[in-house]
């Protein structure tokens, strides 16, 4: 049953994250949020892992491969996003660099893990990203392009945020196929925090408000996002092909803009709402199951 719920609970939480994104941002250093958010999902994780008396592993290529993945997918992905738009990337800009991470994820999962996609899948992936160039264009035709000539180097870092991520997906399924995900999501979060401690010391001044707002943001921002929406997309990745599971990425930035249309009053015109029909047609051709002859 879970499995089943999964794609559509993921995308629904995994949205949240812009909001959270936007909401933590008067609030505290970007780097410095999300190694408070690492740091206690890891200590949420050893409570857990404690009560239900989770085994923990002792091959050592077991855990490195889990920091490891940690690294890829929180600390460059989420810290290389997070930072860029803290310092001035729009944020159009970046969900349309993200919306290259499932043509990429696509193309690299059939080279390294040799997945398999039907023309029609392939059409469902390339639909869908057309889709949200289409859904981004309005918002990026109002750009102002002098802001944009000096936005050279944090679009170079959401690149590789998104390379990073796409990576991270492909070594969750080549080398954590097996072992307990509460586990493997712990050493993961403990791989990020070591990651982004020295990233913070040397970038930020650390600050973070230490009031209810920041308490209740980060609340969401761990048991939300670090602890249901990214144990959802391990469990995807582990029961199916990590092809599919990243075209789910593409279903986030239109969640996100019907979030923002009733939270923020954002208004969305015919050219987003159809970019954003095509995308998500272009996913229920990646995911739709053939019914058997």
């Known amino acids: 049953m879970l499995l089943r719920l999964a794609p559509v609970l993921f995308v629904l939480i995994w949205s949240t994250g812009w909001i959270t994104a936007r909401a ?6 970007p780097l410095t949020f999300l190694f408070g958010r690492y740091a206690l999902a890891a200590l949420a994780l050893v409570v857990i892992i404690a009560l239900f008396r989770v085994p923990l592993p002792r091959d050592p290529r077991a855990i490195a491969h889990a920091m490891a993945s940690g690294v890829l997918l929180h600390a460059i992905y989420l810290g290389g996003v997070w930072y860029a738009i803290d310092h001035g990337l729009p944020t159009p800009l970046s969900g349309l660099i993200a919306a290259i991470q499932p043509l990429l994820t696509a193309v690299l999962a059939v080279a390294w893990l040799s997945e398999k996609l039907n023309p029609r899948q392939w059409l469902g992936l390339s639909l ?7 859904a981004f264009l309005p918002r990026l035709a109002g750009l ?3 802001a944009l000539s000096g936005a050279g180097g944090l ?4 690149v590789v945020a998104m390379v990073a991520v796409t990576l991270g997906s492909l070594y969750q399924k080549r080398f954590l196929a097996g072992g307990d995900l509460r586990v493997i999501a712990l050493l993961q979060y403990l791989g ?3 990651a982004t401690l020295p990233a ?3 970038l930020e001044e650390m600050h973070i408000a230490l009031t209810l707002e920041t308490g209740l943001v980060m609340a969401w921002a761990v048991i939300g996002l670090s602890l249901a929406a990214i144990g959802l997309y391990l469990l995807l990745i582990r029961h199916g092909a990590v092809s599919r599971a990243a075209t ?3 279903l986030i930035p239109p969640a996100v803009a019907l979030e923002a249309f009733f939270l923020f009053g954002e208004g969305l015109g015919p050219i987003e709402i159809a970019g954003m029909g095509l995308t998500v047609f272009g996913v229920y051709l990646v995911n739709a199951r053939r019914k058997p002859a």
Request: no cysteine; proline share 3%.
């Open 200 to 202: 913070m010391l040397f």
């Open 155 to 158: 679009i170079a870092i959401n």
């Open 144 to 146: 102002d392009g002098a």
């Open 248 to 250: 789910l990425i593409y």
């Open 24 to 29: 933590a941002a008067p609030l505290a250093d």
């Open 128 to 134: 869908g990203f057309v889709g949200l160039v289409g």
């Open 192 to 194: 990020a925090a070591l």
